[in-house]
Structure formats: C-alpha cells, structure tokens
C-alpha cells in the first residue's frame, strides 16, 4: 500500500492537481487536511471517476479534512474521543477524520495552529494533543497488534532542523518545548514518526517573500504510526515537486510505502 497526506489548502482550487498526483504517484490512500469546504462542496465526483472512494469532514470555509482510497473504505469516525473543541463548547471544527483502509485505520489529522505562544489558541493546541494521544493510547491498550496510522499538518517542527533558520523562530509557535514534548509525547504509547530514517526535506514552504525559492522551509507534516504498521514500512518520500507550477498548495505530499 502506498499512504500519503497532504494539506491540499483549498481542494475546489486544486481538485484537479490533487487527482493527477493520485493517478501519477499511485498512491492507494491519499488523506487530505485543509479542504476548506463542506460536506456538500467537496469534489466527490473527481475522485470517484479515478478509481477512489472518498469520506470528508467539513463544516465551512475553514479546515476540512478529508481521505480518499481506492483499496476500501470502512468504519468512518469524526473526531477522536475526547477531542477538544475551540471556544464555545458547542462549536466544533473538522479536523479529525479516522477510516479503515485494507485493515489500516487511518487519521487524517490538522491539529491547530496556536496561533502564537501563550494565545488561547496555543493552549488549545497542547490540549487537542494531549487528548489525542489519551485516544491513540486507548487505541493500542486495547488491540496492540493494530495497525494505525496517524497522519496530517501537524503544525509542529519538532527538531531544529525541521526550519530553514531558528534564530527567526525564536518565541514562536510550532518549535515552542510544550508543542515538541506533545509530539514526541506519542511515542510514550507507542507510535513512531516512520518518515524521517527516509527522506530528510521541508514539507511546507510560505507563499510570501520567495520562501519556496530560497527553500526556506518547514517540516511540519508527518506520519505517526503504531508498532504494527511501522514494521511494514519500506520507504518514504516528500514530494517536493508539487510545490511548483500554477496554484500549488504551501504544503506537499508526504508519501509512505508499506509492504
């Protein structure tokens, strides 16, 4: 099986890129996050006439996620247990999608950006990652032998060498302590990051000031799996390439082949 994630940034504008990739890389189960639509307004019709199924999760023109398979689709869930909401209680955003795809539960996952150190948004942040890995521990107490997958814009660069410079990063979000200890706070359950001991690269580059150009970049978009699935890992790889042309997103696939 070959797994990617990719923050497609708005999927009515790049329907059709996306769908070329599916059909150029052979990718088998695509999650998306920042679809930026709801339910109604997805491209559903794009998707099934290359071969795949599609779930989405979305309430308006903001997040959205959303995942697309050609080798099944089963048991949809919107949002993990205990999943916070921002703000109101009663609100809610999309994102969090889980599917089973050929025995492999995927999440499609954009954790929230924090905004800036210290804004509530921020605290959210580290209490939307605290209560996801509360679930994904849950998830392998109770069958260690399954095979998750955890995936997505996780708005985190959890080494220094995920940023093209850290001296500008200093106080910011996305390299704070408290994100990284969340991020590597998976691996007390269990999970790996399985992209990394492949492929080294930048994975989002901002649409200002020729960031992509300069390669001033950033890691932030990663592959979090359970014991099971990271032993059937072979290969990674970040598709660089999709960062050029007309209209592309700020982020790029990241891909993961599996035996």
């Known amino acids: 099986m070959r797994l990617a994630t990719w923050n497609v940034n708005s999927i009515r504008t790049r329907v059709d890129r996306v769908v070329a990739f599916l059909e150029r890389s052979g990718t088998d189960v695509l999650a998306m996050q920042e679809t930026k639509c709801r339910d109604e307004q997805f491209p559903a019709l794009a998707f099934e006439a290359a071969g795949y199924e599609v779930v989405h999760h979305g309430l308006n023109q903001w997040n959205g996620v959303a995942v697309a398979s050609r080798v099944g689709l089963a048991d949809v869930e919107v949002g993990f247990p205990g999943m916070p909401t921002w703000g109101d209680p009663a609100a809610a955003e999309a994102r969090a999608l889980g599917v089973t795809c050929d025995g492999v539960r ?44 955890l995936v997505g814009d996780w708005n985190i660069a959890p080494r220094d060498e995920d940023v093209w410079d850290m001296s500008l990063f200093t106080g910011a979000t996305h390299v704070s302590e408290p994100e990284r200890a969340a991020f590597r706070a998976l691996e007390d359950v269990g999970f790996t990051e399985v992209t990394r001991p492949h492929v080294q690269q930048y994975t989002y580059w901002d649409y200002q000031q020729l960031r992509f150009p300069r390669n001033e970049g950033m890691r932030i978009d990663f592959v979090q799996a359970s014991p099971a699935l990271a032993a059937h890992v072979v290969g990674a790889q970040i598709d660089r390439d999709e960062r050029k042309g007309k209209a592309p997103s700020d982020h790029v696939p990241v891909i993961v082949d599996l035996d």
Do not use: F, I, T
């Open 106 to 149: 995927v999440w499609s996952l954009y954790v929230p950006n924090g905004r800036a150190v210290g804004d509530p948004h921020y605290v959210y942040k580290l209490e939307w990652l605290a209560a996801l890995r509360e679930a994904a521990g849950g998830w392998l107490a109770d069958d260690p032998d399954a095979q998750l997958a």
